[in-house]
């Protein structure tokens, strides 16, 4: 999927390409032509809602394949693929959501949850105590980041060569309080696993 604003229809109005159709966000309303050549003008919300029932009949099927992602910025890239306007959703909806809550809340019904709120939890539970101290701290930071920018940043491993963690140690110092890169991945996968508890 590619997205930009459209040069020629009028002001202010975005223009995705899902597939090979040319799909306008105007006043939070999609127009598109279907495949019989005809207009069709639907709410942002309500186009969402279809897309993603296209794919998952049910909240537990997107549950199961989102908790089952190696990577969530994959099953984002491929939410974006199959025409899901996520950036457009988040207009509407709030910018502080992250795809998930986006998602949950228009297709599912769910009320959502800020990443803000998400991370808090995850900090409340407790869950860093089986850590060491610097691995600790990195986590509070992947925390920090994630209620910034969302979940694809903390999945890269060189957000670890940026601040804050840069004045930490260097990235294989960080790495190494988790006892190595793979125990450094699976910590990563469980912390996500808390925050869509």
């Known amino acids: 999927m590619t997205g930009g604003v459209d040069t020629g229809g009028g ?3 975005m223009k995705y390409v899902v597939g090979n159709v040319e799909v306008f966000i105007v006043s939070q309303r999609v127009q598109y032509y279907g495949p019989e050549g005809k207009l069709i003008t639907e709410s942002l919300k309500d ?3 279809s897309k993603v029932k296209k794919d998952f009949a049910s909240l537990d099927d997107f549950l199961k394949t989102w908790t089952s992602a190696e990577r969530k910025a994959a099953l984002i890239a491929e939410l974006e693929q199959h025409g899901i306007l996520l950036d457009a959703l988040a207009e509407e909806v709030g910018k502080d959501f992250d795809p998930f809550d986006l998602v949950c ?4 019904d769910q009320p959502p949850l800020t990443r803000k709120e998400r991370a808090e939890q995850v900090k409340k539970r407790n869950y860093f105590a089986k850590y060491g101290v610097q691995a600790r701290k990195v986590l509070n930071a992947l925390l920090d980041k994630y ?19 840069k004045s930490m140690g260097s990235a294989p110092e960080l790495i190494s309080a ?9 910590a990563i996968k469980e912390l996500e696993l808390q925050l869509y508890a």
């Open 47 to 49: 186009y969402t809602k």
């Open 178 to 186: 988790f006892g190595g890169k793979p125990a450094y991945l699976q």
């Open 147 to 165: 209620a910034d920018t969302g979940v694809e940043n903390i999945e890269d491993i060189k957000i670890l060569t940026l601040d804050p963690f």
């Open 11 to 13: 002001e202010g109005r």
């Open 105 to 108: 809340h228009v297709a599912f």
